[in-house]
T-cell receptor, first 114, second 111 residues
Framework: EPEVTQTPSHQVTQMGQEVILRCVPISNHLYFYWYRQILGQKVEFLVSFYNNEISEKSEIFDDQFSVERPDGSNFTLKIRSTKLEDSAMYFC????????????FGPGTRLTVT | SQQGEEDPQALSIQEGENATMNCSYKTSINNLQWYRQNSGRGLVHLILIRSNEREKHSGRLRVTLDTSKKSSSLLITASRAADTASYFCATGYNQGGKLIFGQGTELSVKP
């Protein structure tokens, strides 16, 4: 069964460094998302992406964040200058949309900022 | 906030019993989705119910939606130890749009 994949599974970085989190959505899906979950807290929406542009973003998704679909399969989240409070599990999700709009999530990347 | 609370926050039952989790929300929705999360792992999609549906079944799962009360419930019948996980509801406000997650219910099924 097709699934969303994410790399790396765990990333440790120093404050102020740039990180890129990678995702491969399900191949026939049209909508892509990033969410995050700070330890012990609820899952929070960051951004949605459709037709090669951001369709919606939350207040969390400030100028430090960017997303890109550099080729036909990858979807990336870049954090330019990481802060301690960016430490969280980051989930990528994708949705077929046309008829079905269930969102399927990847296994997550645990980002630790030291 | 568009999302209310889930209750209970934690639920402990014996194998074979049924588990019911509730979710409330505050504004009109397009759909509501339930997810399972094992400790420290990813979110597994369980079931989606659209705003014009009242009940949906998938295997041992039964989801109801009451849009007049802005609430949903997830029933897991004949629970198993492997059902131990956190369960989240997430509300969608338009097709392809963001999901707003609740705090979740931590279910523990004792063998």
């Amino acid at each position: 069964e097709p699934e969303v994949t994410q790399t790396p599974s765990h990333q440790v970085t120093q404050m102020g460094q740039e990180v890129i989190l990678r995702c491969v959505p399900i191949s026939n899906h049209l909508y892509f998302y990033w969410y995050r979950q700070i330890l012990g807290q609820k899952v929070e929406f960051l951004v949605s992406f459709y037709n090669n542009e951001i369709s919606e973003k939350s207040e969390i998704f400030d100028d430090q964040f960017s997303v890109e679909r550099p080729d036909g399969s990858n979807f990336t989240l870049k954090i330019r200058s990481t802060k301690l409070e960016d430490s969280a599990m980051y989930f990528c999700a994708s949705s077929e949309l046309a008829v079905k709009y269930e969102q399927y999530f990847g296994p997550g990347t645990r980002l630790t900022v030291t | 906030s568009q999302q209310g609370e889930e209750d209970p926050q934690a639920l402990s039952i014996q194998e074979g019993e049924n588990a019911t989790m509730n979710c409330s929300y505050k504004t009109s929705i397009n759909n509501l989705q339930w997810y399972r999360q094992n400790s420290g792992r990813g979110l597994v999609h369980l079931i989606l119910i659209r705003s014009n549906e009242r009940e949906k079944h998938s295997g041992r799962l039964r989801v109801t939606l009451d849009t007049s009360k802005k609430s949903s419930s997830l029933l897991i019948t004949a629970s198993r130890a492997a059902d131990t996980a956190s369960y989240f509801c997430a509300t969608g406000y338009n097709q392809g749009g963001k999901l707003i997650f609740g705090q979740g219910t931590e279910l523990s099924v004792k063998p």
